[in-house]
């Protein structure tokens, strides 16, 4: 039977307690157990779907095509985790359930209440995830205190008593603050933290404890008496430099001790030989290259936490750092390419949605084109590129995607009215009017590769699967043009139907694709397209050196 960890946060939001999460699994994996983990997550959006990137970051994309917190994409970039929509609940998904439930007359007249019906239904959700594996972690959102969590804090309370004390383990994540003017470190935000879990029936058995500086093993034993914790359970989670270390800092503390023994698990010795070699490279880069995201949610960062891992990924790969230069797709509407983009080895313009940026997007893509600086475009990214290629190589100066312009006369990306979707098994159809969420083509899809381009010698294979979250298509009433004038399209679906990848020749590294790489990188797996982008980035920038030192 599974044993189960509940993680929640104390104090403050934003501790990183999805890594904390992620870095736990990564440790029992290390282990040799077979792990899963869910998020519960206390909003009423049904899923963050339809949340603005500006508030919540980045929307996660699952191979069975749910839209889920960027918790697990932590999740699945630390362990072998493979999430899918279960993996993620949020309070609007549990209340939908059973008010659907309600409807149906599966409560036989019973007056529903949080206690027992929804507590019910996220218990059977958290068991749900189960199925072999020996550890599930479950991620619980949002601080103690807040109103929103209690229905999922009691039903990780009653799961203690459902599945038996041995098989539950309570982690709490908080803050040991450093304060500048007293110069001390203060455990007292972590007592009444943990004071205000056992008020809803919660005795912590770990305590992770977020701190700058590693704390005296006086404040160590001063939280354990105060938490009701043994002074070997508090874990000091010392600030790192890259998330990455994470597992190893746990380690170092002996967390993964901790939880064998308080669940009772046998202890196979540990294996963490990847993630030392990992956070070796990373620490000692040979040499760095400066990318440019051009977007239009730079100003929250989370927007692109995935595309962010991943640049940092293609740069594990080839052994150096990746400075980001986060642009505002706007900026360059009003200021002109040249300002931002001289300096960089590589431009990459991601997803997104809505026309705001979108000419600023195609400006920096023309001139990534035309100065053949290293460029990579991804979904929204992608489109533009074509977009680009058709307006100014092969002079269709109106073209458009019918997203910002309706009646443009070349809209070379638009919605694809029928379409044979091979995740689903089934033809679809799709028109404007259909609703929003509906016509998203949601999920890992496949693509075949054509040999001899950049994307079939990366990948080193034909037949690949990628994940996708848009609704645009590119047009082929355009491809015979597109194609005449230079355009390679080097990835499909099977039936040839839906362009998956685009690249040109006569170029370092040009690359658009439709569906969303950055969705499948790992630190100890970089994605290919990643790394080819890094590489071509280092070649291009070392070309450039090499001319400047020549003069
Ligand atoms: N807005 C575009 C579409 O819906 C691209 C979406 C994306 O980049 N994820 O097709």
Redesign the pocket.
């Known amino acids: 039977m599974a044993k189960y960890i509940f993680i929640t946060g104390g104090v403050v939001s934003a501790l990183g307690k999805g890594i904390a999460s992620a870095a736990m699994g990564a440790l029992l994996e290390s282990r040799g157990f077979k792990v899963t983990l869910q998020k519960l997550d206390p909003y009423i959006n049904v899923d963050p779907g339809t949340l603005s990137p500006f508030q919540h970051g980045e929307v996660f994309v699952t191979d069975d095509g749910a839209e889920t917190d960027l918790d697990l994409g932590h999740y699945e970039r630390f362990t072998s985790v493979r999430a899918l929509q279960r993996n993620n609940f949020t309070t609007g998904r549990i209340y939908n359930n059973v008010i659907m439930k309600e409807r149906r007359g599966d409560y036989l007249g019973d007056t529903v209440q949080v206690v027992p019906h929804i507590t019910d239904e996220i218990k059977a959700a958290i068991k749900s995830v189960a199925d072999a594996n020996d550890v599930v972690l479950v991620e619980i959102g949002g601080t103690i205190g807040d109103i929103e969590s209690l229905p999922f804090l009691e039903a990780i309370r009653q799961m203690r008593y459902d599945v038996g004390r041995e098989n539950v383990l309570y982690a709490h994540l908080t803050l040991v603050p450093f304060i500048k003017t007293a110069g001390e470190l203060k455990t007292k935000p972590t007592q009444h933290s943990v004071k205000e879990l056992r008020a809803i029936g919660i005795q912590p058995d770990i305590l992770l404890c977020r701190t700058e500086f590693p704390f005296s093993e006086e404040s160590r034993r001063k939280i354990a008496l105060h938490c009701n914790v043994e002074p070997d359970s508090v874990i000091r989670a010392l600030d790192v430099d890259s998330i990455y270390e994470v597992p190893l800092v746990y380690r170092a503390e002996g967390l993964d001790e901790q939880i064998i023994r308080k669940l009772g698990l046998p202890a196979p010795p540990s294996d963490v030989r990847d993630w030392e070699a990992l956070v070796e490279r990373l620490k000692n880069p040979v040499d760095s290259v400066r990318i440019a995201l051009v977007g239009k949610y730079v100003g929250l960062k989370d927007s692109y936490k995935s595309l962010y891992e991943s640049l940092v990924h293609g740069g594990i790969a080839n052994q150096v750092s990746v400075d980001v230069q986060w642009v505002d797709a706007e900026d360059i509407e009003r200021d002109g390419p040249e300002r931002v983009l001289a300096e960089v080895d590589g431009v990459l313009v991601?997803?997104?949605?809505?026309s705001r940026g979108s000419e600023g997007k195609i400006t920096a893509i023309r001139y990534a084109r035309e100065k053949k600086v290293p460029f990579f475009g991804?979904?929204?990214?992608m489109?533009l590129a074509v977009v680009e290629y058709l307006r100014n190589v092969c002079g269709m100066a109106e073209a458009n995607?019918t997203?910002f312009d309706e009646n443009t006369p070349y809209p070379v990306?638009y919605l694809m009215e029928r379409w044979y979707d091979f995740r689903r098994k089934a033809v679809q159809e799709r028109s404007k009017a259909s609703d929003m969420g509906g016509t998203?083509r949601l999920g890992a899809y496949p693509c075949v590769l054509v040999p001899e381009t950049f994307a079939y010698n990366l990948y080193g294979q034909k037949d690949i699967e990628e994940r996708h979250?848009?609704?645009?298509?590119f047009n082929n009433s355009f491809r015979k043009v597109l194609q005449d004038n230079g355009l390679v399209i080097s990835g499909m679906s099977p039936d040839g139907e839906l362009v998956e990848i685009i690249e040109i020749r006569d170029h370092p590294w040009f690359l658009g694709c439709q569906f969303?790489p950055e969705f499948k990188s790992r630190p100890r797996n970089p994605h290919p397209l990643f790394r080819g982008f890094i590489h071509a980035a280092l070649k291009s920038r070392n070309v450039l050196l090499s001319m400047t030192d020549a003069e």
Request: glycine share 20%; charged share 20%; hydrophobic share 25%.
């Open positions: 991601p997803g997104g949605f809505g991804i979904c929204l990214g489109q995607s997203e990306i998203m979250r848009h609704r645009y298509e969303h």
